[in-house]
T-cell receptor, first 116, second 111 residues
Framework: GAGVSQSPRYKVAKRGQDVALRCDPI?????LFWYQQALGQGPEFLTY????????KSGLPSDRFFAERPEGSVSTLKIQRTQQEDSAVYLC??????????????FGNGTRLTVT | KNEVEQSPQNLTAQEGEFITINCSYS?????LHWLQQHPGGGIVSLFM???GKKKHGRLIATINIQEKHSSLHITASHPRDSAVYIC?????????????FGKGTHLIIQP
């Protein structure tokens, strides 16, 4: 596609429910990032993939958060046993090059997760 | 970790005014991004720069590496420029991500 696509656009989950958020990066983009953006705040890094390899997951807030990119294209961010503090916009971004290249980032429109 | 500070946090101006948004950071960087986020969450990359100045249409971004400071300017501002503008930096020799974001500047341009 022309840009980074995220789905669903909105997700409402009951506390304790598992959710899966999908990111379709721009075709051919090597790097894929997940960010969490709380209301009124800037995005916070969650995890980074270079192709299928998850090179950095230091930003994942707990072991309830899990991300994968098995074939080096589509990525899924899974949150198990959701809590109210997980409510945020989850942003996916991709870039053409690896981390050293400082390639421009292309963001998706995000998934707004509300945990009730 | 780099501390990224933006100012002002909120800015309301009249159409046509010259706008300046500032970003300062605490640790040396390899690149700085200016991003625009409209209501609804979508983020658009405006500039990526590591030195000097870049211009695109009515937008100008400058960076002073020695002073660890960047500015985003909007000339002849228009209501459609209303958005949150976010500064993000990539640290020199940073890890796989290395991006630290500011909290954003909420800009409203009134007609």
């Amino acid at each position: 596609g022309a840009g980074v696509s995220q789905s669903p656009r909105y997700k409402v989950a009951k506390r304790g429910q598992d959710v899966a958020l999908r990111c379709d990066p721009i075709s051919g983009h090597v790097s894929l990032f997940w960010y969490q953006q709380a209301l009124g705040q800037g995005p916070e890094f969650l995890t980074y993939f270079q192709n299928e390899a998850q090179l950095d997951k230091s930003g994942l807030p707990s072991d309830r958060f899990f991300a994968e990119r098995p074939e080096g294209s589509v990525s899924t961010l899974k949150i198990q046993r959701t809590q109210q503090e997980d409510s945020a916009v989850y942003l996916c971004a991709s870039s053409l090059g690896g981390p050293v290249g400082n390639s421009p980032l292309h963001f998706g429109n995000g998934t707004r997760l509300t945990v009730t | 970790k780099n501390e990224v500070e933006q100012s002002p946090q909120n800015l309301t101006a009249q159409e046509g005014e010259f706008i300046t948004i500032n970003c300062s950071y605490s640790v040396g960087i390899s690149a700085l991004h200016w991003l625009q986020q409209h209501p609804g969450g979508g983020i658009v990359s405006l500039f990526m720069l590591s030195s000097g100045k870049k211009k695109h249409g009515r937008l100008i971004a400058t960076i002073n590496i020695q002073e660890k400071h960047s500015s985003l300017h909007i000339t002849a501002s228009h209501p459609r420029d209303s958005a949150v503008y976010i500064c993000a930096v990539r640290e020199s020799g940073g890890g796989a991500d290395g991006l630290t974001f500011g909290k954003g500047t909420h800009l409203i341009i009134q007609p």
